[in-house]
């Protein structure tokens, strides 16, 4: 158990519709990452987060969002979903040390989105 | 640009043996860690180990070694003795310092060990 939670488990809706995704990152971890994996793009950084703040953007989609809340709490939304969007959806944390300090991510158990 | 390769898609190890799994990486930042996670069949990812690129010796995490050639631009994972558990998808990735680190993954490799 890596200590990040990740709701839903399991995802299945509809083209067109929208969902958020949740991620509780571990005690003391300021950084919030997600990522994106599926069979064609592989493991793909969309967004990162630090101490509710954007901090850097990857591949990700201008239908998709995300915020960190006070309470550290991440959440992904995606909306206007696509077929191509079906995919397992991973949120990681980090402590976030100083720059140049070691930043392992320890991964929540992902989200598995179906869209039909 | 950064790029992480892992040119062995499947490979398969006997029970108890060592193997090796590939991953070289490309970037111009000097300033750089790398990372190999495990991905069984559950589908989670777990963090195994961890080398910097000013670190002057090879990272080691129990079972699991990194073989770091700096100059080579390889961070190859080694594991010992492997068990049928070891069966899993492994993924390289790098981190830049001066950018957050955000992960850059390799296209991974999927080890099956034989009793």
């Known amino acids: 158990d890596s200590g990040v939670t990740q709701t839903p488990k399991h995802l299945i809706t509809a083209t067109g519709q929208r969902v958020t995704l949740r991620c509780s990152p571990r005690?003391?971890?300021?950084?919030v990452y997600w990522y994106q994996q599926s069979l064609d793009q592989g493991l793909q950084f969309l967004i990162q987060y630090y101490n509710g703040e954007e901090r850097a953007k990857g591949n990700i989609l201008e239908r998709f969002s995300a915020q960190q809340f006070p309470d550290l709490h991440s959440e992904l939304n995606l909306s206007s979903l696509e077929l191509g969007d079906s995919a397992l959806y991973f949120c990681?944390?980090?402590?976030?040390?100083?720059?140049?300090?070691?930043?392992?991510?320890?991964f929540g158990p992902g989200t598995r989105l179906l869209v039909l | 640009a950064q790029k992480i390769t892992q040119t062995q898609p499947g490979m398969f190890v006997q029970e108890k043996e060592a193997v090796t799994l590939d991953c070289t990486y490309d970037?111009?930042?000097?300033?750089?860690?790398l990372f190999w996670y495990k991905q069984p069949s559950s589908g989670e990812m777990i963090f195994l180990i961890y080398q910097g690129s000013y670190d002057q010796q090879n990272a080691t995490e129990g079972r699991y070694s990194l073989n770091f050639q700096k100059a080579r631009k390889s961070a190859n994972l080694v594991i010992s003795a492997s068990q049928l558990g070891d069966s899993a998808m492994y993924f390289c990735a790098m981190s830049r310092y001066n950018q957050g680190g955000k992960l850059i993954f390799g296209q991974g490799t999927e080890l099956s060990v034989k009793p």
């Open positions: 005690s003391g971890d300021l950084s």
């Open positions: 990681a944390s980090s402590v976030h040390l100083r720059r140049g300090g070691r930043e392992t991510q320890y």
């Open positions: 970037t111009s930042d000097p300033s750089y860690g």
